[in-house]
């Protein structure tokens, strides 16, 4: 019998789901680990997919998604990012931002083709660059720079075989961000070397202390870059499963013909309240970033006391958290932790090998169990002798 699929036979199961799955089988135990808001999706958007049901609209939609909702995408867009894109030619609906980066990958890249990521980075990005035939070649970012990408290490990486670059700001799983003025650094390397971007952008609305930036911003190189956002993290939608992509026509065009036959068209009742997010929902992000604010201050604010040493996240629902001083790898780090005090935590090499020496702490919980959270990281510190300075 002939083996499966060699690339598919390498890949790594994801670090995320393997300390989830494990706190899953415990009692008592404050799960930090997913990146999945604590809040409902709100009542208004949920009725919105109820009545489109009770209406009769049940059946396909068109392959890029319902037009009124990609104009709805296009508007919101423009008034919150100002991003300009066209609903009819340059929106494509998916199942998530996952589809989403794999439908671009596959457009994109022809075998052997390399891709720029960074590192530490999400876990899904280099799977999807091995199963549309790319090659990886890491951008090393670190906690001094903000886990910011510098311009002179991305000159330092294109080739010759250079075809697209994946980012992720407000990043996961650092919680760093860029500026406009960051950007502007960039775009004329991008521009030189005619390389794509896929911009992940799903933690926009998580910015908390600057305004959003966008490549996509720069008209210079509008063109070569590919945004990809939902609706899973802004709107708690995460099992609505929606996202899109916004990229030039051409482009967009390539991307819907994978989509059409992998797809077809996604959730036509999670597009109706997608709609509605859009329309009315906008208050319910305010009010749940206001929320993820409080609950970041608190966290980083306790780690710091215990020696944790921790950057303030600019952006998403993560805290990327320094633990080399206590001698534990972050593997151990966290399985120790699980097993005697019942707080998981993702050890910070499943996202790369230069996400070692920390964890991911998510904060999309309720601030009672970050504080409990935080109680029994202390003493599992003191438990293991950890002298902080």
Known sequence: MKSISTVVEKMKPSGIRKFFDLASTMDDVISLGVGEPDFSTPWHICQAAMASMADGKTHYTANRGLLELRQEIATFHKEHYQQSYDPQTEIVVTVGGSEAIDISMRALLNPGDEVIVMDPNYVAYEPAVALAGGVCVPIVLTKENEFKLKPEDLKAAISPKTKAMIINYPSNPTGGVMTHEDYAKLVPILKESGIFVVSDEIYA???????????????????????????????????????????????????????????????????????????????????????????????????????????????????????????????????????????????????????????????????????????RIEQFLKDIDYQKE
């Open 205 to 375: 609305e998580l910015s908390f202390d600057q305004e959003f930036a966008s490549l996509s911003q720069f008209d210079e190189v509008r063109d070569q870059i590919i945004v990809i956002n939902g609706f899973s993290k802004a709107f708690a939608m995460t099992g609505w499963r929606l996202g899109y992509i916004l990229a030039n026509a051409p482009l967009s065009k390539a991307i819907t013909k994978i989509h059409q036959y992998v797809i077809m068209s996604a959730s036509v009742a999670s597009q109706y309240a997608a709609i509605e997010a859009l329309k009315n929902g906008y208050p319910d992000v305010v009010m749940m970033r206001e929320e993820y604010n409080h609950r970041r201050n608190l966290l980083v604010n306790r780690l710091n006391a215990m020696g944790l040493h921790t950057n303030m996240p600019h952006g998403t629902f993560y805290v990327f958290a320094d633990i080399r001083k206590t001698g534990l790898n972050s593997e151990t780090f966290c399985s120790q932790l699980l097993e005697k005090e019942h707080v998981a935590c993702v050890p910070g090499n499943a996202f790369g090998p230069h996400g070692e020496g920390f964890i991911r702490i998510s904060y999309a919980y309720s601030l009672n169990h970050i504080k409990e959270a935080c109680v």
